[in-house]
């Protein structure tokens, strides 16, 4: 049995429900495939373990995608300020204020009300494959997986593994950092691995729900802390990041609950508030990746499936639905003008806009992370330094503030060509 659609989308993740929806919206007939149906929201367990910090930017995309109300109803929390400082020690601690060059990034000295929300990785999922199923023209394919894909210049062809093909214009793939559409579709990919891995831990503390997200930077790698919900009583729930060696995360994996806090208590900053529980621990490798086209002739790529980047300031999700306005709003404009949807120049000029702002933020990613993971005295004098500048000049950091939440769409000029100079942009 063959079915056709306009366009057939390969992973219902975050990116790719969010673009089905936005296509459904538009009158688009689209298959949305994915292995499994995100569970139900069940507001007594405890939270995902996955967790992303969505923009202000991403939440006008999910306002327009009508999901998210749908996102709010189940759990989110607010926040309004970011803190970053640096935390290596040096000849002068003892004798210097400990957060010499911290900076605050404040909702309020930007003209906006927050800066984003803390939001489950399962929440938001499941909000936006009920968005992407309410869709009249949207079918979804749940339980299914992708077995062969013919990419060819009429028609491209998809078969399941119950034997099941979908014919469509376009292919999406939005199946994540090991894309099966991009290997099947031939599209290579450059990556980097990272000598750090990130450990992500659900603890919950004793205090009100906080309204700031944290991160201080250690040579071995940042720690930080993402507010979530109320636990009932006096206690919150937080997601704690902290990145170090393979080795020294499986020692800490290793340990008990009480022996874990203990470290946790330890190594972290001050500012941590007093843990009462852990729930669960996670940890995995972290590399940057980008696909050496983000099209082949029917097929192309979004989100993760297109791009990875270090997860330091919890742009990877951000980036992706970027991304999938992006592609969207140029399969409209194929569209109204009666043409293929696609047509090579409507998916050059995707991935014209979107590689050069992807690697951007990729490599400024790069730069945040070599700059202070580290213990060369001349880089911590430069990391200080910039912190300080930083402190010093609030329009300068605002702006680059303003485009990390979303704000404004734009990275603005001075930084942009300070990005396109860095090593291996080009290549990128």
């Not at 078969?159 to 093909?165: A, F, I, K, M, S």
């Not at 007093?274 to 790529?301: D, G, M």
């Not at 200080?384 to 010093?392: E, M, P, S, T």
Request: with cysteine; glycine share 8%.
């Amino acid at each position: 049995m063959t079915q056709a659609f306009d366009v057939v989308i390969v992973g219902a993740g975050m990116v790719g429900a969010a673009l089905a929806t936005g296509l459904g919206r538009s009158g688009f007939t689209v298959a949305l495939i994915d292995q499994a149906e995100p569970a139900d929201f069940q507001p007594e367990l405890a939270p995902d373990i996955r967790v992303s910090a969505i923009s202000a930017g991403s939440e006008r995309y999910l306002e327009e995608l009508g999901a998210w109300a749908a996102i709010k109803a189940m759990r989110t929390t607010l926040y309004t300020r970011l803190a970053v400082w640096d935390e290596t020690r040096h000849p002068l601690s003892n004798f210097l204020p400990r957060k010499l060059a911290d900076v605050t990034f404040d909702a309020h000295n930007l003209s906006a009300s927050h800066l984003g929300h803390i939001v489950e990785n399962r929440v938001t999922q499941r909000a936006l494959w009920e968005s992407a199923s309410s869709q009249a023209t949207v079918t979804c394919f749940a339980g299914r997986t992708l077995t062969a894909l013919n990419n060819d210049t009429s028609v491209a062809q998809v078969t399941l593994d119950n034997g099941e093909t979908l014919k469509s214009q376009l292919v999406v793939g939005a199946d994540g950092a090991n894309s099966g559409v991009r290997a099947l579709a031939g599209i290579g990919v450059r990556r980097d691995q990272y000598q750090q891995q990130a450990m992500v831990i659900s603890v919950r503390y004793r205090g009100p729900v906080e309204d700031i997200t944290w991160q201080g930077f250690y040579p071995s790698g940042p720690r930080a802390f993402l507010p979530l919900h109320s636990a009932g009583g006096d206690e919150s729930w937080a997601s704690l990041v902290w990145y170090d060696s393979p080795d020294t995360l499986a020692r800490l994996k290793a340990l008990n609950n009480e022996q874990l806090m203990q470290e946790i208590t330890s190594a972290f900053p001050p500012e941590l508030p007093p843990l009462t529980h852990i729930e669960a621990r996670a940890s995995f490798p972290i590399a940057r990746q980008h696909a050496k086209s983000y099209v082949n002739r029917r097929v192309v790529l979004v989100g993760d499936a297109a791009h990875t980047i270090n997860p330091l300031a919890g742009q990877g999700v951000n980036l992706g639905f970027q991304d999938a306005r992006c592609l969207q709003a140029q399969l409209r404009e194929a569209q109204r003008a009666g043409r293929d949807l696609a047509d090579p120049a409507r998916l050059a000029a995707y991935e014209n806009q979107r590689r050069p702002a992807n690697r951007r933020m990729m490599l400024a990613m790069d730069a945040f992370y070599h700059l202070f993971s580290n213990r060369t005295p001349p880089l911590h004098l430069l990391r200080n330094l910039g912190l300080g500048a930083a402190k010093a000049m609030p329009f300068a950091r605002n702006q680059v503030a303003r485009y990390a939440m979303g704000i404004d769409d734009e990275l603005p000029p001075v930084i942009r060509q300070l990005a396109e100079r860095l090593p291996g942009f080009k290549q990128l």
